[in-house]
T-cell receptor, first 108, second 114 residues
Framework: KNEVEQSPQNLTAQEGEFITINCSYS?????LHWLQQHPGGGIVSLFM???GKKKHGRLIATINIQEKHSSLHITASHPRDSAVYIC??????????FGTGTRLQVFP | GAGVSQTPSNKVTEKGKYVELRCDPI?????LYWYRQSLGQGPEFLIY????????DSGLPNDRFFAVRPEGSVSTLKIQRTERGDSAVYLC????????????FGPGTRLTVL
């Protein structure tokens, strides 16, 4: 059983569409990370959040600690948003447990 | 300033050989993490350093894997007697102090064991 599960695994969208990626976790956490990985491997941290909602440009991340669920939303999606989006949660205060990622492709 | 750097970017070796992978974290970051990512999977934790000490090495798969960070900055992941199953991308990340700080990832080292 994976302690961090993401859905969907794969997602295709037309440019301009609103996108939602979901993350559920089973461990108790103090914060959750959303990461973006482009082809070629580079990982960039998008958000670290412990409650409520954070917004950065067209990206919005929300978390519900009681329900152990987080969502990443992309408004007005663009082909350059195509990447793998990974959620990760801290475990035992010293390591991250990662979801398997959601592969997003946005077509023009 | 510079981000996290890793060398080499690619390493091809033969089964049974020894390899060293290097990570240069962001200056001043006390926390350093090694992860391994197989194709199509999310990264998996290997080891966490706080300063010079390995605070948690529970993710190292077996005793062929070892990592050091002697001066609290650069870290080296060492793999002895490599096996084909060790082929993966090895990622390094650093953060200022804690796992709940923003994580900065290096570009990774792609290791291929023939």
């Amino acid at each position: 059983k994976n302690e961090v599960e993401q859905s969907p695994q794969n997602l295709t969208a037309q440019e301009g569409e609103f996108i939602t990626i979901n993350c559920s976790y089973s461990v108790g956490i103090s914060a959750l990370h959303w990461l973006q990985q482009h082809p070629g491997g580079g990982i960039v941290s998008l958000f670290m959040l412990s409650s409520g909602k954070k917004k950065h440009g067209r990206l919005i991340a929300t978390i519900n600690i009681q329900e152990k669920h987080s969502s990443l939303h992309i408004t007005a999606s663009h082909p350059r948003d195509s990447a793998v989006y990974i959620c990760a949660v801290p475990y035992n205060t010293d390591k991250l447990i990662f979801g398997t990622g959601t592969r997003l492709q946005v077509f023009p | 300033g510079a981000g996290v750097s890793q060398t080499p970017s690619n390493k091809v070796t033969e089964k049974g050989k020894y390899v060293e992978l290097r990570c240069d974290p962001i200056s001043g970051h006390t926390a350093l993490y090694w992860y391994r990512q197989s194709l199509g999977q999310g990264p998996e934790f290997l080891i966490y350093f706080q300063g010079t000490g390995a605070a948690d090495d529970s993710g190292l798969p077996n005793d062929r894997f070892f990592a050091v960070r002697p001066e609290g900055s650069v870290s080296t992941l060492k793999i002895q007697r490599t096996e084909r199953g060790d082929s993966a991308v090895y990622l390094c990340a650093s953060s200022q102090r804690r796992i709940t700080d923003t994580q900065y990832f290096g570009p990774g080292t792609r290791l291929t064991v023939l």
